[in-house]
């Protein structure tokens, strides 16, 4: 059982990779300034393990979200960092990005899926480090599937690959990343085995330790934080949760998840990360998808009750109501 889990696992994460026909990121449209996604800096979406930008220019991650964010009027920008390491360093390489003006000036809302929630948070105290007192580029971050209290998932995959493979298991995987790289135009350090040990559940109460910004004191509890200061900057905080794994018979990636969700035994979760986990901040609700559904994929193969472009254009409406 544990074979078949840690199969299912890579099979899954590699599944996030679908044709798409968006690039990264887009400008607001023509004549929608002041539309309904208008926020006031710009949004930065972060991807997850195994992701990327966009693939020559054409297939992005996030499957027609940066368009259906734009047409509104807002400004979107996607993250290319590490397809593969673990999260403290992608998020210094995601503060360091912001502020080498690689997606370029000004201040950013973050919008970080899966392990780019944890990536987002490392960012934030990366970013405050590296700017005056309350001058910090990130004013709020918003965890869709993120991985903040670990994965049970992770958890079985350490404890499935047996240590005399760990190093051929780790270099397919960092090829894979390094293929990711090439397709991407990008450059980025990978260390598989670092990823799957920082998205276990010890490796994130680690992490968490020094960048558990809006992170309940619990597994599950609510005494989360919905707006923090970090070197004099006010930072809010959001999340949503999926919490579904069968989502359309038409989704070849439902199976691969439904081999995933093993772990959580009944608990509810999105075939990798459980509900709990997920929370952080402000939490806006479990909806009925799983983790590939959470990002639009694949193809926009969904529920029929759950519609995720329109979860991050609330979002973005929200951010844009709060003056963000």
Request: hydrophobic share 35%; proline share 2%.
């Amino acid at each position: 059982m544990k074979k078949l889990v840690a199969a299912a696992g890579i099979a899954a994460c590699t599944a996030l990779i679908s044709s798409q026909t968006l690039a990264a990121g887009c400008s607001k449209w023509w004549g929608s300034g002041g539309g309904y996604t208008d926020t006031k800096n710009p949004i930065l979406l972060v991807h997850g393990l195994s992701g990327f930008s966009t693939i020559g220019g054409l297939i992005g991650y996030f499957h027609t979200i940066p368009m259906n964010l734009c047409r509104s009027g807002a400004d979107v920008k996607v993250a290319s960092i590490a397809a593969f390491n673990d999260s403290e360093q992608r998020g210094q390489q995601l503060a360091n990005d912001i502020n080498n003006n690689r997606y370029g000036g000004g201040k950013f809302n973050m919008i970080g899926h899966s392990q780019g929630a944890p990536t987002g948070r490392v960012a934030i105290t990366f970013d405050a480090a590296k700017n005056g007192w309350g001058n910090g580029r990130v004013v709020s971050l918003t965890s869709v599937g993120g991985v903040n209290k670990g994965s049970k998932t992770a958890d079985a995959l350490n404890g499935a690959i047996p240590s005399n493979v760990q190093g051929g298991v780790a270099a397919l995987a960092n090829a894979f990343g390094g293929l990711i790289n090439a397709l991407s135009g990008n450059n980025n350090s990978q260390d598989a085995l670092g990823a799957l040990r920082t998205l276990s559940t010890a490796g994130t109460n680690d992490l968490n330790r020094r960048h558990g910004y809006g992170i309940s004191s619990g597994y599950c509890t609510n005494d989360r934080a919905s707006q923090v200061n970090v070197r004099g900057n006010n930072i809010r905080l959001y999340s949503w949760a999926g919490t579904k794994v069968w989502t359309n018979v038409f989704d070849i990636t439902d199976p691969f998840l439904g081999l995933t969700s093993l772990p959580f035994k009944g608990e509810a979760n999105d075939g990798l990360v459980s509900e709990c986990s997920q929370r952080m901040g402000q939490f806006l609700g479990a909806r009925d998808a799983n983790h590939v559904d959470e990002v639009n994929h694949l193809l926009g193969t969904r529920s029929l009750w759950h519609d995720p472009v329109g979860m991050y254009r609330q979002q973005a409406n929200r951010l844009k109501n709060a003056g963000l």
